[in-house]
């Protein structure tokens, strides 16, 4: 959470901190903030808002020059969000300022000491402890910046990216992180250089990054090579300069109004994307070299453990039917964030799958720390690529879905289950658990997915009619049996997350037991009702429904006549394999919630108190 940026250089950092935070804003919107060293002295602004209301702020408060700056835009940890508690954070001379994303656990110790030896707060924040912790150690030790930032994180337990600079000595900047992610930008022939906690606000200046790993800090300056020491052993490390492979057009809204709904769109292209290179129909092959180059481990391992968060623990749900299906490996999916603390059984037989969009989830990556710990072999399915699950893991299969900006995921989930429907038909392959005959026709069904996707896409003005009908509901329910059961969650989890209406996700056949009390003539009730899958089954549960008044909004197969008679709407899908209806039945159901936010005014790319990547537990 929280993204942070800044510029050393000899361009104007003002636009391009402002520039660099709109883009990081899918990381936390509650307050913004901006230092810049106009040559004398630092100017500083930062209010509660978005970067939209720091803009304004500037304009009229502050001036814009200088050619090093860092900023912040904020989802709040420690500290209320208000003018005062966003960052930058100055220390009590004023000489150092800093930003932070992370939480640093320890600050209350620190700040008790600092305390004593006179230094007073003006936040409630552990940001401003860690500067001036900063400070009093760059004057007890009497050291630069770089060695002071660097005695300061030995003494903290915690998390965190930070960019720190010092205005009597305005030539560096000093970065480290532990935990959240930060990328450095190298200009041409050193003349400057960019910092974020992702290399989106850098990418029309440069294709040359350097990821920190964790542990790590670095002195950049003007001119030279960026320094790269381990923060505990103070050792030098050799920069890996990464060529990006990120465009501008892939973090702009291209048109679209919304970039969930540019996503949404993307997915026909994003699932070609995840395959491409892969899934060799002619050929009859599926090549990973992840899979591949481990094949023993999968084929040896007793069962397959799924960690994940949010939408990715859905898709980890729909690869639990799809892997026990296809490939008859027992599979068990778990939220990261319980698997972490409840010492769970892992033996040197299990497979570990961590998928994480985002690859920063807190949550996720320590699961994978802990499978790592305890002999397991840890597989990462992950969108951006350099991510810290994605190097943590010993192998992986990226879902090269392209950055996914909106925070209510969309193409993740559908690239995500299209990687691992590519892994367990791999599996399956090797394991002689499909029959030739059927693995061929998986493999055609699944090259033709995206021209489907696109197919289901159409409906859209449909969905937005039927739209029009719920926006003002307080509940809904979502039923799903099977591979759908999963998108049944995943379609309520959307709508809650953007429009704020109660939702929830059920298996169909779960319904009589508890949920069905709800039922009544304002209750819409959303049935996947997709013509394979105890399809019978599901029509008998519309009926229960039926018969108790609730709406039925039912998403069913093309051509579906009896479904039809008794749902009060019916949206439909193309046919497809059974396994691979999620990645059809998913699409009205984002469209749904979509519309329905758009329609009652909610902030649809950044929803109340969410943040893209929760980097905090
Ligand atoms: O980046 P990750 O896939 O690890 O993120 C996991 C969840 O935080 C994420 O899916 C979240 O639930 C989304 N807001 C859902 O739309």
Redesign the pocket.
Known sequence: MCGITGYIGYRDAYPIIINGLQRLEYRGYDSAGIVLYDGKDIVLSKTKGKVSDLLERTASEISTKGNLGIGHTRWATHGVPNDVNSHPHTSASGELVIVHNGIIENYDTIKKELTNRGYSFKSDTDTEVLVNLIEEVKKQYKVKLGKAVQIALNQVIGAYAIAVFDKSKPDEIVVARLGSPIAIGIGKDKKEFFVASDASPFIEYTKDAIYLEDEEMAIIKVGKDVEIRKIHDDSLVDADVQELQMNLEQIEKSGYDHFMLKEIYEQPRAITDTYRGRLLRNEGLIKMAGVEDNMKKFLNADRIIIV???????AGLVAEYIFEEFARIPVEVEY?SEFRYRNPIITEKDVLIA???????AD?LAAVKLAKEKGAFVFGV???VGSS?ARETHAGAYTHAGPEIG????K??TT?ITVLSLMALRLSRAKGTMSSSDYRLHLQELELIPEKVERALKIDEHVKEIAKEYLLSTNCLYLGRGYNFPVALEGA??LK?ISYIHAEGYPAAEMKHGPIALIDDRMPVIVIATSMGHYEKVVSNIQEIKSRKGKIIAVVTEGDVQVKEIADHVIEIPETEEAFTPLLTTIPLQLLSYHIAVMRNCNVDQ?RN?A???TVE
């Open positions: 994940a968060c949010g939408t990715s623990w859905h990261a998928i994480s969009q985002s690859g920063e989830t996720t992950c969108n951006v699950i925070v209510a995921s969309t993740a989930f995500q989890l959307k997350e929803p969410l893209k990547s929760v």
